[in-house]
Nanobody, 118 residues
Framework: QVQLVESGGGLVQNGGSLRLSCAAS????????MGWYRQAPRKQRELVAI???????NYARSLKGRFTISRDNAKNTVYLQMNSLKPEDTAVYYC????????????WGQGTQVTVSS
């Protein structure tokens, strides 16, 4: 059973920083892309950033420069460093990974709440 477990969310003031982590565990052959998405109240889930297993990152255009995605392949873990947070960044942040267990499948974490106070 493959699981993605997120951590690092919480309440932070406007302009503050948070670092999210997401660790994949279970019977894993390999992991391709890993990424972060977010969903604010009454809005659709949107891409934040993705990173290949080779370390190539892509960001939502509006977030580039404030958010940094990274990964530790040895730990099957992806990180999201979020700086200069704004109230509009408030959302549930979800980890996503394309994991090969025989075949490639799409896995999601349970989500972690990030709240930025004004």
């Amino acid at each position: 059973q493959v699981q993605l477990v997120e951590s690092g969310g919480g309440l932070v003031q406007n302009g503050g920083s948070l670092r999210l982590s997401c660790a994949a565990s279970g019977r894993i052959d390999s992991i391709n892309n890993m990424g972060w998405y977010r969903q604010a109240p009454r809005k659709q889930r949107e891409l934040v950033a993705i990173i290949t297993n080779g370390g190539i990152a892509n960001y939502a255009r509006s977030l580039k420069g404030r958010f940094t995605i990274s990964r530790d392949n040895a730990k099957n873990t992806v990180y999201l460093q979020m700086n200069s947070l704004k109230p509009e960044d408030t959302a549930v942040y979800y980890c996503n990974a394309h994991i090969v267990v025989g075949l490639i499948n799409d896995y999601w974490g349970q989500g972690t709440q990030v709240t930025v106070s004004s």
